[in-house]
């Protein structure tokens, strides 16, 4: 395999936070690389996030020693062959070179131990397959078997072989991903065999669980718009799923409006997606496995986000209760949803900065000390003594404990 020293991949390698300690603590340890985005990253003159350091020897060996030497901790998982070493802020994902074998299109692989040019022939797409030294005499020696370097120059995605798509097709997302953030684009071999992917719905081969976690990293890029547009065009909508008819604009700017919000950026963008048919896409949503609290969220978002924006469009400045009443129940990925729908911005911003965090000065325990007994008719006079202090009819402890009470015992004495 053909190396040759990039000199300035040494100086940005040592200039990474942290790296002052960690390359010192490497010494000794296996030949180490640095690989995958962080080279590609470094290369483009970019702030690499992930550092991913692949060993020609026994990665969880060498990151119990190098936790210890780095006064960290190790965790080891053992069936990649990987391992986390954290040590104060610093976190470093150290994996074994291997080489992988899918027993089936779409199955996790099964890995052994390989030479560093048989773990780049592996991964995703020639700008993630390349690997720099680590070694202090080594250090800053690019290995680049698949041209992944001349691929980064002229901005193009490229897969490393014909089946890259069928033995993992969370790829054809991540293809998607790179396009958008990078400002790349698919080879067009790449690109044929993306759309022959589609239309042969090889997602369907992978697990639910992993196509929902690539895609909420899709959803959470910033060019969200493009990545969407370009997704429905490969077809990769509806081979997600057949009801699924990507609508970029509302995606991103549901993803947009969710910052102001508090809502999650992702989440946003996917209520977007399956609000046009959310009760067919449910069961989509539900294989995508998110988990139960953030589903529900999504399928909140998807079936109010409508109604919240047709009545704030209808009402623009509705009473404080009633801006309450409306939106106390929905997660602010409907707000975002909502936003993006076309519901003005000032009521949900009032919502947000002073009606949502309205409280009484009073409580139930307030009136059953007073002689109200515990009750539903206690829950309701305090719902409605909030009500009338969020629109300006009481203020203050004693007007609200008054109030209260009237209302309680009122509630109580009906027939």
Do not use: C
């Not at 041209?147 to 790829?171: Q, Y």
């Not at 022959?196 to 910033?222: C, F, H, N, P, Y």
């Not at 993006?340 to 325990?365: K, N």
């Not at 202090?389 to 509630?411: C, Q, Y």
């Amino acid at each position: 395999m053909t190396a040759a020293v990039v000199p300035e991949l040494r100086a940005r390698i040592e200039a990474l936070p942290g790296m002052d300690r960690v390359l010192p603590s490497l010494d000794g340890l296996p030949p180490s690389y640095l690989v995958g985005g962080a080279v590609r990253d470094l290369l483009r003159g970019a702030r690499s996030v992930d550092l991913d350091i692949a060993l020609e020897g026994d990665a969880h060996d060498a990151a119990r020693e190098l936790a210890e030497r780095l006064g960290g901790e190790s965790r080891i998982h053992e069936r990649f062959g990987t391992a986390t070493v954290r040590a104060g802020d610093l976190s470093l994902d150290l994996a074994t070179t291997r080489r992988e074998r899918y027993r089936r299109p779409g199955a996790l692989p099964e890995v052994e131990p390989a030479p560093l040019e048989q773990d780049l022939g592996r991964r995703d797409f020639t700008v993630n397959a390349m690997a720099v030294a680590l070694a202090r005499e080594e250090r800053g020696r690019l290995h680049d078997p698949h041209a992944g370097r001349a691929d980064l120059d002229a901005g193009v995605i490229r897969v490393l072989h014909r089946h890259s798509f069928v033995d993992d097709p969370t790829r054809l997302l991540r293809a998607v991903r790179y396009e958008a953030r990078l400002g790349f684009a698919l080879d067009r071999d790449t690109e044929a065999l993306a759309r022959a992917g589609a239309a042969d719905r090889v997602s369907d081969t992978v697990s639910g669980k992993r196509m929902g976690a690539e895609l909420l990293q899709l959803l959470a890029e910033e060019p969200l718009r493009a990545a969407l547009a370009r997704l429905a065009e490969l077809g990769l909508d509806r081979a997600l799923d057949p009801a699924l008819a990507v609508d970029p604009d509302l995606a991103a700017a549901a993803a947009e409006a969710a910052p102001d919000v508090g809502a999650d950026r992702a989440l946003a963008a996917l209520a977007a997606l399956i609000a046009p048919a959310v009760d067919t896409l449910g069961r989509w949503l539900e294989s995508l496995d998110l988990g139960a609290e953030r589903r529900d969220r999504v399928l909140r978002a998807a079936r109010s986000a409508q109604s919240i924006a047709a009545a704030l469009i209808a009402e623009p400045t509705p009473p404080d209760s009633e801006l309450r009443r409306l939106l106390v129940a929905d997660p602010p990925e409907a707000l975002a949803l909502a936003l993006a729908l076309g519901a003005p911005p000032e009521p949900i911003s009032r919502y947000l900065d002073t009606v949502h965090a309205a409280r009484l000065d009073i409580g139930g325990d307030d009136l059953v000390a007073a002689g109200i007994d515990p009750s539903p008719a206690l829950g309701r006079a305090l719902a409605e003594t909030l009500r009338r202090k969020l629109d300006g009819e009481v203020s203050g402890r004693e007007e609200e404990l008054r109030l209260a009470l009237s209302l309680a015992r009122g509630d109580r004495e009906r027939p």
